[in-house]
DNA sequence: ATGAGGCTCCGTACAGTGTTCGGAGTCGCC
DNA sequence: GGCGACTCCGAACACTGTACGGAGCCTCAT
């Protein structure tokens, strides 16, 4: 049998064809395209066929630079994991400032991209990208020089980044759903809280919560919600994991 | 202008109306039989027709009982939270102990249905369902009990939920893509191995961490991550947020 | 008994989807 | 000049979510 069967569907691992000239259409084009389009109308409202009409090309015209839909979607993540800023090593505040750095720029990436966290959990390869790879190179980088063995930055990391994107999964749910309704945030909540206290009937606690949320600027909330967490966990990586902990 | 108008597009917030007599089709059969295609055939393989087909019903026929495909979803999210352990008040271990266990039931559940974390970015809605409501309420009460205020307690379940949906949503992306290719974990990484190494190129640190990766029962490693990683989270809520800490 | 109204179920239809395939055009190279 | 490789695309296929209108049935007021 051939040795080279596509056996793992992945761009990451498919040698790209090299072109000479310089085609009307490019694999960057097409991806920056299509993060534009995911940007303005969600997820949804992707489609090859929009695609190609923004970039001025036929519908089927972008299978020659994208194996599918699938693997478009893969090389849209790995471009929106290009605009997280990636730690130094060095920091003269530590590692915990330097991943702090890092995790709040990646919640702030993943939230102007609301729509990435539906793709997450079906881009089970994501971490070949070269973007991601980048980024897990320095903080692995960070945690090792904060006297991290290579085995417990690799733990810490993925509990820091599992943390982060379990915030901004729920964070993004929000805004994607107030962004659909086309209302503001304070109208929004207003008009839920018939739903919510009657869902937080016969659960007093649920009641208590609700009430004190209300008036409360959301916004600025989320953010305290997420430093505050944030600290929590690094307070319990450097703990557990830190060498002098 | 009427003051009912379907202002919050969720099943959480809209009035059920009540039959008397006992029809072909239930929302509860509906839930049912869809929660069951999910399992077996994965998000994309869940449509209408089929759905339709499992319950011996027409195509449109779940459209009185249900008012969407979104809101079929939202229903059965909910009903996969409700196969989540509730955790119970009075544990002589603590808070720590009855946490934990709610933690790793939740992630056991979201990996019974890895679907899911795909509908979880999109699902504003769904914590106003009925069993996340009482799960939540649960969770609450089990931090007050450690003495926790209220707010540290919403504060301290937030980060701690944040990241088991972060840490399933990786595994279940992994779980996903593995389903997909029909192959055994053990052959897949291999095969995965020629990517994962032209990706580490010219990162040290990621080609050590896959090199020493290589032949560990890649199960048993996932367990253990997330044991570990969650008594750091839990770790620094204690040090953070509970009273004595 | 009879009609009215409401509810459940579904066949049809529409607009749109991802993707395959075959053909047309264009370029560099022998 | 001709060949092969590559890029682009129109047509077509099988499928999707769901709006609509009609058919059958049940309950209740008259």
């Not at 090859?48 to 979607?73: F, I, P, Q, W």
């Not at 990208?129 to 980048?134: D, H, I, K, L």
């Not at 945690?143 to 599992?162: H, I, K, P, R, W």
């Not at 304070?186 to 206290?197: D, G, H, I, M």
């Amino acid at each position: 049998m051939p040795a080279d069967e596509q056996q793992v569907p992945s761009v990451w691992a498919r040698p790209r064809p090299q072109r000479r000239d310089q085609p009307a259409l490019s694999r960057r084009q097409i991806v920056s395209a299509a993060l534009h389009l995911l940007d303005t109308e969600g997820l949804a409202a992707l489609s090859m066929r929009k695609l190609g009409a923004c970039l001025n090309a036929g519908a089927t015209s972008m299978y020659t630079h994208v194996a599918n839909k699938d693997e478009l979607l893969e090389l849209v993540v790995d471009e929106v994991y290009g605009e997280v800023d990636v730690p130094a090593t060095g920091d003269p505040a530590g590692w915990r400032a330097a991943v702090t750095g890092c995790a709040q720029s990646m919640r702030a990436t993943l939230l102007r991209h609301p729509w990435i966290v539906s793709v997450l959990g079906e881009a089970g390869l994501a971490y070949l990208g070269p973007n991601v790879s980048r980024l897990t190179e320095a903080m692995l980088a960070v945690f090792e020089e904060g006297g991290f063995s290579l085995q417990a930055a690799d733990q810490a990391m993925n509990t820091v980044v599992a943390y982060v994107v379990g915030v901004s999964t729920s964070e993004a749910a929000t805004l994607t759903t107030l962004a659909r309704s086309g209302q503001g945030e304070q109208e929004w909540t207003e008009r839920l809280l018939p739903a919510a206290e009657e869902a937080a009937r016969s659960y007093p606690r649920l009641r208590r919560l609700y009430a004190g949320q209300r008036g409360r600027q959301v916004r600025d909330s989320r953010d305290d919600g997420f430093r505050i967490g944030l600290e929590c966990v690094l307070e319990g990586v450097a703990a557990r994991l830190a060498p002098s902990g």
